[in-house]
């Protein structure tokens, strides 16, 4: 049992350039979260997903976009890279049946350091 | 707006000795709250939730509404203790989680 694996780790990539980060998920969560961790920062919530073929914003949606064709399955996408988008970035899901029993217990993968120069 | 206040960014304490760290919060719900670890080279992993008042790990977190609070206790810290704790709140129709800044304890030998 994999729980939420998150492709690649790590990737440098020049201003401009684009990529996609892939979070996959083996539990059959309904919810899925993409943050980016920054020193000082705490997490923030970019965006969402609470089932599949829905996406949503959080709290710093800009310069990314998110797709869920597959339950399993939440990408996050840089169409243009900047240097302020370098950072960890964390991909977590849930239960909705945790949810409704309060137990935010996220899984979380173990990150995508990205570096843009 | 939610807000998560976690007003220390380090804190280091000697084996044995009672630790606190501190979590404020703004809602204007009936709050759900948690606490987060995140160990050296280790994935995020939950700790604590206020709605189950368990002991984690010898870790307690109690709740005051009066004083908008969830500060996490241990009475007698251990070194592999050390490692970066996040209060989150929880918001309750799509689970999203607002984390605190983080604060990073250590626990010196």
């Known amino acids: 049992n994999a729980g939420v694996t998150q492709t690649p780790k790590f990737r440098v990539l020049k201003t401009g350039q684009s990529m996609t980060l892939l979070c996959a998920q083996d539990?059959?969560?309904?919810?899925m979260y993409w943050y980016r961790q920054d020193p000082g920062m705490g997490l923030r919530l970019i965006h969402y997903?609470?089932?599949?073929?829905?996406?949503a914003k959080g709290e710093v949606p800009d310069g990314y976009n998110v797709s869920r064709l597959k339950k399993q399955n939440f990408l996050l996408g840089l169409e243009s890279a900047a240097p302020s988008q370098t950072s960890v970035y964390f991909c977590?899901?849930?239960?909705?049946?945790?949810?409704?029993?309060?137990?935010?217990?996220?899984?979380f993968g173990s990150g995508t350091r990205l570096t843009v120069v | 707006a939610q807000r998560v206040t976690q007003p220390e960014k380090l804190l280091s304490v000697f084996k044995g000795a009672p630790v606190e760290l501190k979590c404020n919060y703004s809602?204007?719900?009936?709050?759900?709250l948690f606490w987060y670890v995140q160990y050296s080279r280790q994935r995020l992993q939950l700790l604590l939730r206020?709605?189950s008042r368990e002991s984690i790990k010898g870790f307690t977190a109690d709740l005051n509404k009066g004083e908008t609070s969830f500060h996490l206790k241990k009475p007698f810290a251990q070194e592999e203790d050390s490692a970066m704790y996040y209060c989150?709140?929880?918001?309750?129709?799509?689970?999203?989680?607002?984390f605190g800044k983080g604060t990073l304890l250590t626990v010196n030998p």
């Open positions: 977590a899901s849930i239960n909705r049946w945790q949810g409704i029993g309060g137990n935010y217990g996220y899984t």
């Open positions: 539990m059959n969560h309904e919810y």
């Open positions: 997903s609470v089932g599949e073929g829905t996406t």
């Open positions: 809602y204007s719900g009936s709050p759900e």
């Open positions: 206020h709605i």
């Open positions: 989150a709140l929880g918001e309750g129709s799509n689970y999203k989680l607002t």
